[in-house]
């Protein structure tokens, strides 16, 4: 069986956990699309927060404690950044975490593309999925916002990094722009993995700034909603609060109430042109209304590698009990 | 009274503490013109060890101890570099010390020259001298070696840093190469402060490789040979060592013994086309033969800042008891 895993970061490097300890028991193949709308260029550093906290998670290496960034982490060089003023000051580098990033820069700057580079850390990693970028062209999420007091208040694009790390989201915020998506190619593996799949997963990632921009690419989301492997979803809400980060604060600005039911539909059902095929919810969500979409409700807070595979194994056995929507047949040739 | 002093790194910069102790003095104004040609971009950052040892032993960052880099240094990036297996592998860069080449690197790549970056990097460790790089441009120490045994013998050139830090300068060595020096322009100020200076200082660095490639920058040279302040060196060598580092081994690639004199006579006397117009040595040195440049024996050991000022001193003094071969009138308009 081969699985698909759309995700961002921390949330999804979790679920990814779960997802390869289910592969390694029933021997299937996992490649995970991950999110690059939270790249940023920082101190000359081509930083990729999801694609690290993927890879470091799987590899053994993030610190499990804070939940994000690399184990036994110092901060030497932020401590020396900040005493030379060098901006951005709002976002600190950790030192384990610079060497990726060196590597990464180097790779990039002679002339490797972000998936090139990904597969080359991943020599190290060792994480045991595949991981490919969404796309190796530049995307990055911006936020359009006011400043709080000017008069006539300007709008403003900032990138999501300087939105969330620095202002912790606290701006009048009116949407977000994929800068870059619309020329995007997805990165090399990306559509035939998708092609090839017997099931896609969407992580319980930030639907509004992690999935988002991976489905924004221009041929991703087609290949989802065209495809004929069935898509389940699964919630990162529970009980009306997301399961970690921000979710709860991008829902509002694109008006969406913050519960699994309103997530659900705002990916939307295939038989009316959004994604899904299934939706796993928690338990306490199970009487949701979901827009026409399959719901099944398994416990989906990821407090271990078991429990986690667990919810992956509900998320397989919901995407067998659906009739995907998609129109092409399935790669051994036989229409479900 | 304007002194400028030519310097390379560690040794000048000792030097330089003492410069500045008989400067505060006397009220002089120091100007270090410092060599570039051991820079090198690594893991995409552009490394300046002279500039850096200057600024960090002057700003009260520096190693005392370890006589290079930073105090209180760490090396979590290069751990987790060599963890990658990122080339080079011979060269460690420590965390505080990253921190100012990503500052360097950052405002280089945003169109700054060295320079600049190196006066806005002085603005933290406010060294107490102006520091001016020799060159803005490219200019890069390479050396020129055989490899020990291939059959025939191939000629290849490597960067400086490679030929001492990853071979400790034991390969079969054939000369230095200042690449980029004929095309080089000295940097802004450099010339200006000689033309202004009261006199001149050539650091006890490296004759070959610190002190020559300052030289080779085009005008550089010339307004020392043709100026009207005086030339006083300090010889590196006492008693036929080196005082720090490897002038022994770098004058045997030249066929010069590794004595005061015969670096005199490397410099040469400005009677005779030569940059010196007068030397300083140690008194067990003090019997030399040098070519006709007036010497004075004066302890060259650097073991403090007193000390060093009082060789500080006595140069200068060296400088006002010559007379300078130089044929340009003084800024003040009154030829000696």
Redesign the interface.
């Known amino acids: 069986m081969r699985i698909v895993v759309l995700t961002g970061g921390i949330g999804g490097a979790k679920f990814l956990v779960g997802v390869r300890a289910y592969a390694r028991r029933t021997g299937a193949e996992v490649t995970a699309v991950v999110n690059v709308g939270d790249d940023a260029v920082l101190?000359?550093?081509r930083v990729c927060p999801d694609l690290d906290s993927v890879m470091y998670t799987l590899g053994g290496g993030a610190d499990a404690q804070r939940g994000w960034g690399r184990a036994g982490e110092?901060w030497?060089?932020k401590?020396?950044?900040t005493?030379?003023?060098?901006e951005p000051t709002w976002f600190g580098l950790g030192?384990?975490d610079?060497?990726?990033h060196?590597?990464r820069?180097?790779m990039m700057?002679a002339g490797y593309p972000l998936s090139a580079v990904t597969d080359a850390?991943c020599v190290?990693w060792n994480p045991g999925v595949r991981m490919i970028p969404a796309t190796d062209d530049r995307l990055e999420t911006h936020v359009v916002v006011s400043d709080p007091d000017p008069a006539p208040p300007a709008q403003r694009a900032i990138h999501f990094q300087e939105w969330w790390v620095r202002h912790r989201g606290a701006l009048p915020t009116h949407r977000f722009v994929f800068v870059g998506a619309a020329q995007a190619e997805p990165a090399p593996g990306v559509l035939d993995a998708l092609a090839a799949a017997d099931v896609v997963l969407i992580a319980p990632s930030n639907p509004v700034v992690s999935v988002a921009p991976v489905l924004a690419v221009p041929g991703i989301r087609e290949a989802l909603v065209g495809g004929a492997a069935p898509v389940v979803g699964v919630s990162p809400i529970i009980g009306d609060a997301p399961v970690r980060g921000m979710a709860d604060r991008c829902l509002a600005v694109l008006d969406v109430p913050c519960t699994a039911a309103a997530v659900a539909g705002l990916y939307g059902s295939r038989r009316s042109g959004g994604v899904l095929d299934g939706w796993l919810v928690d338990p306490v969500d199970a009487a949701a209304e979901t827009d026409g979409v399959p719901v099944r409700a398994v416990p989906l807070w990821m407090t271990d590698e078991t429990a986690t595979a667990q919810m992956v194994a509900a998320a397989v056995e919901l995407a067998g009990s659906v009739e995907p929507a998609g129109t092409r047949p399935r790669p051994d040739g036989v229409a479900r």
Chains 1, 2 share one sequence.
């Open positions: 101190h000359g550093l110092t030497a060089v401590e020396e950044l005493a030379y003023r060098a030192d384990r610079i060497a990726t060196l590597v820069t180097t700057n850390l190290r």
